[in-house]
């Protein structure tokens, strides 16, 4: 079993940053990669942003430029800065570890709301 705990959502003006970070616990030595995802409201989730073991990254074409994954894998954490925050940006995000078994596990999400 993995469990991630997500934190750093909250409430931002268009145009500014914020940082998540989730930290793993459990049988973090199956984890292969990490990732963000969200979901907006009537909109399926998606992927923002993913990063393997040997720290590989991908980005979905919206966030490419803006947001950086990166992981920290002494702390079984893994980041998500986003600057230059867009009200399109707004949704609840949820961290993302796959193990090297194919299991997916997700945390209970944290609030980004962008405001103008």
């Known amino acids: 079993q993995v469990l991630l705990v997500e934190s750093g959502g909250g409430l931002v003006q268009a145009g500014g940053s914020l940082r998540l970070s989730c930290a793993a616990s459990?049988?973090?030595?199956?984890?292969?990669?990490m990732g963000w995802y969200r979901q907006a409201p009537g909109k399926q989730r998606e992927l923002v942003a993913r990063?393997?073991?040997?720290?590989?990254?991908n980005y979905a074409d919206s966030v490419k430029g803006r947001f950086t994954i990166s992981r920290d894998n002494a702390k079984n954490t893994v980041y998500l800065q986003m600057n230059s925050l867009k009200l399109e940006d707004t949704a609840v995000y949820y961290c993302n570890a796959e193990t090297i078994r194919l299991r997916v596990y997700w945390g209970q999400g944290t609030q980004v709301t962008v405001s103008s």
């Open positions: 459990g049988s973090i030595v199956s984890i292969s990669t």
């Open positions: 990063i393997t073991r040997d720290e590989s990254t």
